[in-house]
């Protein structure tokens, strides 16, 4: 985790998703538009596999899952779903590595953590993984070892890149907090214990040890406090969801080292304020806890509120190209 902390993220990036279907213009758009911190891009217009839950569910270890009328359900062996979940993923990674080139620098790729997963995918009785304890401990541990695989295929192919791994939980808070529905939609699965949430969330942190984890939430309520303890080096949230109840937790994230990744651009198409503009509730939360300005570039990358599939591509390549303009305008002017 020491390590984590000492890691200088750059000013800028992308969450994961755009829109479209083509591996290789994704590639360029992700490349292009953040010259020191590329992602890999997911295109969930291309259909099931490709899809955030299908695309992870390629990476399980020894699980498999097959696509149902209800949802992404997990089964014995590996089907014609998770055959085109990973061939999908073969693409972009073809394609990433086209544009990547000698590239020597930070390079994210996304994959969905562990009670995400768990919430989305359905066991043999269509009930979802989460109201099966050890089928949640599985399920952890088979994302973990193909994520391990995952990233060193990824370094293979940019032995230059310093690679950050991002975790996708959206489900979390509604995991925390006994939210997610039932197969019959009438009931809720029971709130998971808060420490078996952090130890499953720790234990998919550390495979990439080698270098830091980012936790994404664009939901309301996101637990600073939890992920950082889980070893979270950052934590990338919608700007627009923070109340003045998040301060705290803020501003002990900030101090502790931890990066804010400031999602501050919206995700589908919406009038762009000027780069300032979008940055200045960033200035004001930083004013309002009391933080020195200089920190302000060293605490916060800049991305988009959450991922980009919703949108036009034309939008996309303007949101992209904004966030970077956006940090620009923080580090220039932090007052």
Same mark, same amino acid.
């Given at each position: 985790?020491?390590?984590?902390?000492?890691?200088?993220?750059?000013?800028?990036?992308?969450?994961?998703?755009?829109?479209?279907?083509?591996?290789?213009?994704?590639?360029?758009?992700?490349?292009?538009?953040?010259?020191?911190?590329?992602?890999?891009?997911?295109?969930?217009?291309?259909?099931?596999?490709?899809?955030?839950?299908?695309?992870?569910?390629?990476?399980?270890?020894?699980?498999?899952?097959?696509?149902?009328?209800?949802?992404?359900?997990?089964?014995?062996?590996?089907?014609?779903?998770?055959?085109?979940?990973?061939?999908?993923?073969?693409?972009?990674?073809?394609?990433?590595?086209?544009?990547?080139?000698?590239?020597?620098?930070?390079?994210?790729?996304?994959?969905?953590?562990?009670?995400?997963?768990?919430?989305?995918?359905?066991?043999?009785?269509?009930?979802?993984?989460?109201?099966?304890?050890?089928?949640?401990?599985?399920?952890?541990?088979?994302?973990?070892?193909?994520?391990?695989?995952?990233?060193?295929?990824?370094?293979?192919?940019?032995?230059?890149?310093?690679?950050?791994?991002?975790?996708?939980?959206?489900?979390?808070?509604?995991?925390?907090?006994?939210? /997610?529905?039932?197969?019959?939609?009438?009931?809720?699965?029971?709130?998971?214990?808060?420490? /078996? /949430?952090?130890?499953?969330?720790?234990?998919?942190?550390?495979?990439?040890?080698?270098?830091?984890?980012?936790?994404?939430s664009c939901a309301p309520d996101v637990p600073f406090a939890l992920l950082r303890r889980a070893g979270a080096a950052a934590i990338s949230f919608d700007f627009s969801l923070l109340?003045?109840?998040?301060?705290?937790?803020?501003?002990?994230?900030?101090?502790?080292?931890?990066?804010?990744?400031?999602?501050?651009?919206?995700?589908?198409?919406?009038?762009?304020?000027?780069?300032?503009?979008?940055?200045?509730?960033?200035?004001?939360?930083?004013?309002?806890?009391?933080?020195?300005?200089?920190?302000?570039?060293?605490?916060?990358? /800049?991305?988009?509120?959450?991922?980009?599939?919703?949108?036009?591509?034309?939008?996309?390549?303007?949101?992209?190209?904004?966030?970077?303009?956006?940090?620009?305008?923080?580090?220039?002017?932090?007052?």
């Open positions: 985790m020491s390590a984590n902390s000492q890691f200088t993220f750059a000013a800028a990036t992308g969450v994961g998703s755009l829109p479209g279907g083509d591996a290789r213009e994704a590639a360029k758009t992700a490349t292009g538009s953040f010259e020191d911190f590329p992602f890999l891009p997911e295109l969930p217009a291309r259909g099931p596999g490709a899809d955030m839950i299908g695309r992870t569910a390629g990476m399980l270890v020894e699980l498999y899952a097959r696509v149902e009328p209800s949802g992404w359900r997990l089964g014995d062996r590996p089907g014609r779903d998770t055959k085109r979940a990973r061939s999908w993923l073969g693409e972009d990674l073809d394609a990433l590595e086209e544009f990547t080139q000698g590239y020597e620098g930070q390079l994210k790729v996304q994959a969905v953590g562990p009670w995400t997963l768990a919430a989305a995918l359905e066991l043999r009785n269509g009930e979802s993984a989460l109201s099966d304890a050890g089928a949640c401990r599985d399920l952890a541990g088979s994302l973990a070892e193909g994520l391990r695989q995952h990233l060193a295929e990824v370094q293979r192919r940019v032995p230059g890149a310093q690679l950050v791994l991002q975790l996708d939980e959206p489900s979390l808070i509604a995991v925390l907090r006994g939210q /997610v529905r039932t197969a019959s939609g009438y009931r809720t699965h029971g709130a998971v214990d808060r420490q /078996v /949430v952090e130890s499953a969330l720790r234990d998919v942190v550390g495979v990439h040890a080698d270098g830091p984890v980012v936790v994404h109340t003045e109840r998040d301060d705290d937790a803020i501003g002990e994230a900030v101090e502790g080292g931890t990066r804010l990744f400031a999602g501050v651009v919206p995700g589908t198409d919406a009038a762009l304020s000027d780069p300032a503009g979008s940055v200045m509730g960033v200035r004001t939360l930083w004013r309002r806890l009391g933080l020195h300005p200089g920190l302000l570039a060293e605490a916060v990358t /800049v991305t988009p509120a959450c991922g980009l599939a919703g949108a036009s591509p034309e939008y996309a390549r303007r949101a992209l190209a904004h966030c970077v303009q956006a940090a620009r305008s923080l580090a220039d002017n932090p007052e």
